[in-house]
């Protein structure tokens, strides 16, 4: 991707008024789903029998094979069942299901960091089963492949460019000092040369934001969407992880803390309180619903932000890290649909240079040997291609599917009584 190319969009702000508001902490719910996966993704079973009581940040689930600890309790409460459910994000899971009460374990005491070694970084961060919200990915995993690349830049992504998404700017708002050391600390694990915080917002916030992380750590990007994270003066690559993330290095290294809770954006025209909350890991989308208010019962529940969302059949799902944004809408964020016009504004809409309506064409048309030519797997998936098409097409499903191919794509025969 070049830096600061002139392609992308102007999307509207609608972050208001939940980025103006605190970040508010949910009750304890009647229970929590915690899924009972290490961040690998490896299979867990529970650390406590059914009906036994287990404490916030206790081990929870214990990695199959080695009996390590690899889930922990994000609430305090009784495990009362495990049960098999259907995640959109991660598939058929086990989850341990726990009656939340209220009370706290014994309050951890605050360790010196600035003697940590590298693998004292990055044990802290697999032990505390971190996954970075920008990708889904273990935030040990990714620190430590990064150890032995070029130099590069490790930037925390605060530049929340979707529409709706507060939750990264509300952190940084309440815990700035947080994010800004536990960035160091990442930088130190992962071989970086160099670490900074971008930031879309200029003028009063970000000058706000400058004066309470120490050096010249915080930088604006353009406001075109989509947007590189990095200094405009930067020469190396960059990396970036999630700013929540950085916070959940700085609490695992200083504290010993695991990663149990998340803070979400909660917006769309049917919520009546938009507002980004913190919440435990396993909470229902439901009950998130719930605490913030319906003015209305939504058409659409979608994880994620508006052009990079996942829409819910149902909000009986659990929030998992990863998932920064719950958007309750009541109509569909797009147009109908009609047939391509080839007006090219797909095309000068993606930052990646590529042709999207001709490879949406070649998908329809089943022209799949002439897809290569067309470098579908550069697209990121960021959805610019779509926002723009005045036909109401998903052509960034097209171009995404073509990408995963991976430049093979069989024919679906059906069976022979479907003939």
């Not at 980025?19 to 690998?40: E, H, K, M």
């Not at 947080?178 to 916030?205: F, M, W, Y």
Request: charged share 20%.
């Amino acid at each position: 991707m070049s830096k600061f190319t002139k392609r992308g969009v102007f999307l509207p702000s609608l972050k208001e008024p939940a980025a103006s508001r605190p970040i508010a902490d949910i009750p304890v719910p009647a229970q929590v789903f915690v899924p009972l996966l290490a961040p690998g993704g490896e299979p867990c079973r529970p650390a406590v029998g059914n009906y036994e009581t287990v404490l916030r940040g206790e081990p929870l689930g214990l990695l199959e094979g080695s009996g390590a600890p690899a889930v922990y309790a994000p609430v305090t409460g009784v495990l009362s069942d495990v049960r098999t459910m259907t995640h959109p994000l991660l598939g058929d899971i086990s989850c341990a299901v726990l009656d939340g009460m209220a009370g706290e374990g014994d309050p951890p005491e605050k360790r010196e960091v600035s003697g940590l070694t590298v693998p004292e970084v990055l044990a802290a961060a697999r032990a505390a089963g971190i996954i970075d919200e920008l990708d889904g990915a273990p935030l040990a995993d990714k620190l430590e492949s990064w150890g032995d690349t070029d130099p590069y830049l490790l930037g925390a992504d605060g530049t929340e460019q979707e529409p709706y998404s507060s939750s990264a700017w509300a952190v940084l708002g309440q815990a700035a000092p947080e994010v800004s050391e536990g960035l160091r600390l990442a930088a130190l694990a992962a071989g970086a040369i160099d670490c900074h915080i971008a930031v879309r917002r200029g003028g009063r916030q970000r000058r706000a934001l400058a004066e309470r992380v120490p050096g010249r750590l915080v930088c604006t990007v353009r406001r075109k969407y989509p947007a590189v994270p990095e200094p405009r003066s930067a020469v190396l690559p960059v990396r970036t992880i999630g700013v929540q993330a950085c916070q959940a290095l700085y609490r695992a290294c200083v504290y010993g803390e695991p990663q149990s809770r998340c803070v979400v954006t909660v917006a769309g025209d049917a919520v009546k309180n938009p507002q980004n909350v913190r919440v435990p890991v396993g909470t229902l989308v439901q009950d998130l619903l719930h605490f913030c208010g319906l003015s209305q019962d939504p058409s659409y529940v979608i994880l994620g932000d508006a052009m990079t969302g996942t829409a819910i059949p149902q909000a009986d799902i659990a929030v998992v890290p990863g998932i920064s944004c719950i958007l309750a809408l009541t109509v569909r964020p797009q147009p109908k649909t009609r047939a391509c016009i080839g007006c090219g504004r797909c095309v000068r809409a993606c930052h990646a240079d590529l042709l999207p309506f001709e490879i949406m064409r070649r998908m329809d048309n089943m022209q799949y040997e002439r897809l290569s030519r067309l470098l579908p797997e550069d697209c990121d998936g960021c959805g610019a291609c779509s926002y723009v098409c005045p036909a109401g097409l998903d052509v960034a499903a097209k171009v995404m599917e073509a990408r995963d191919a991976k430049g093979t794509i069989f024919l679906k025969w059906g069976d022979g009584d479907d003939l």
